[in-house]
Nanobody
Framework: VQLVESGGGSVQVGGSLRLSCAASGYIFSAYWMSWVRQAPGKGLEWVSDIGTTGWPTNYSDSVKGRFTISRDNAGKTLYLQMNNLKPEDTAVYFC????????????RGQGTQVTVSS
């Protein structure tokens, strides 16, 4: 399993970023996928997940209405569109295969840094 995130960066409050996650080494379309994040000094926080066909989608209360998860099974890519970013969104964002905390911990990428400044 290889997951490579990209698209992070530094933005101002209210800005937008689109994260991508390129997957390889397994049948991408057969698995739920998740986004999780880790802020400085904190543990992993679940952000969103998506079913194998692109539905259903679930979001944490902290990002609901601002973030959109999607996937391209043909291209083996997972996305996270992040709008109206807030300073508390600052974190390293990881994509992960699966939904459970155990699976996420052992099947995630190297992460991409998102920094939101006011």
């Amino acid at each position: 399993v290889q997951l490579v995130e990209s698209g992070g960066g530094s933005v101002q409050v209210g800005g937008s970023l689109r994260l991508s996650c390129a997957a390889s080494g397994y049948i991408f379309s057969a698995y739920w996928m998740s986004w999780v994040r880790q802020a400085p000094g904190k543990g992993l926080e679940w952000v969103s997940d998506i079913g194998t066909t692109g539905w259903p989608t679930n979001y944490s209360d902290s990002v609901k209405g601002r973030f959109t998860i999607s996937r391209d099974n043909a291209g083996k890519t997972l996305y996270l569109q992040m709008n109206n970013l807030k300073p508390e969104d600052t974190a390293v964002y990881f994509c992960a295969r699966g939904r459970s905390s155990t699976t996420i911990a052992t099947n995630r990428g190297q992460g991409t840094q998102v920094t939101v400044s006011s």
